[in-house]
């Protein structure tokens, strides 16, 4: 059982930023690839960014260069710097983990409950 706390969302005016962070608890053994994906009203959920365990990062084209995902290994967290955003950044927000629960078990995708982004105009 993995659990993911998310925290940080909010309301920003356009040009703000926000930062996101997931904390992951639970009987956790291994973390693999860790990111953030988002889901606007009337679209469907999308990547925005992910995070490998060698610290690895890709992005979405619609945020590069506005938007870091980083991760605290030791916490066992997940955090996305949002800066210069926009009012079409406006969704809420997912934190997702890939978990093993030994060496023997396979990666699982654990998602957290949403954090909801609203940016103005």
């Known amino acids: 059982q993995v659990q993911l706390v998310e925290s940080g969302g909010g309301l920003v005016q356009a040009g703000g930023s926000l930062r996101l962070s997931c904390a992951a608890s639970g009987n956790i053994f291994s973390i693999n690839t860790m990111g953030w994906y988002r889901q606007a009203p009337g679209k469907q959920r999308e990547l925005v960014a992910e995070?490998?365990?060698?610290?690895?990062?890709n992005y979405a084209d619609s945020v590069k260069g506005r938007f870091t995902i980083s991760r605290d290994n030791v916490k066992i967290a997940v955090y996305l710097q949002m800066n210069s955003l926009k009012p079409e950044d406006t969704a809420l927000y997912y934190c997702?983990?890939?978990?093993?629960?030994?060496?023997?078990?396979?990666?699982?995708?654990?998602w957290g409950q949403g954090t909801q982004v609203t940016v103005s105009s």
């Open positions: 995070i490998t365990s060698g610290g690895r990062a």
């Open positions: 997702t983990v890939e978990h093993a629960q030994s060496h023997w078990d396979p990666w699982v995708n654990y």
